[in-house]
């Protein structure tokens, strides 16, 4: 069983950077679909940006061209570069992995925007 620990949110003003991390317990080069996702008050859980592991990425609308995916097969870990940040992407930012027929999650980090 895929362990996943993301890390790296926390407070930033809007317009501000984060760089959220999530780390595997074991190689992720075998897992066909990492994606981040995230979960405001009130809302249900959406996906923000996925990739595969042949390297396709997909974005939410509202997040296209502020926001990269990224995994890094050698250190295990996927990466979401958050740039130009607004106080509606205020929330918890959860890691996934996929390895048919098994659907890993993390423990999520929260993400606040405000000033």
């Known amino acids: 069983q895929v362990q996943l620990v993301e890390s790296g949110g926390g407070l930033v003003q809007p317009g501000g950077s984060l760089r959220l991390s999530c780390v595997a317990s074991?190689?992720?080069?075998?897992?066909?679909?990492m994606g981040w996702y995230r979960q405001a008050p009130g809302k249900e859980r959406e996906l923000v940006a996925g990739?595969?592991?042949?390297?396709?990425?997909n974005y939410a609308d509202s997040v296209k061209g502020r926001f990269t995916v990224s995994r890094d097969n050698a250190k295990n870990t996927l990466y979401l570069q958050m740039n130009s940040l607004k106080a509606e992407d205020t929330a918890v930012y959860y890691c996934?992995?996929?390895?048919?027929?098994?659907?890993?999650w993390g423990q999520g980090t929260q993400v606040t925007v405000s000033s």
């Open positions: 074991e190689s992720i080069f075998s897992l066909t679909f």
């Open positions: 996934r992995a996929l390895q048919s027929p098994y659907v890993y």
């Open positions: 990739i595969t592991r042949g390297g396709m990425t």
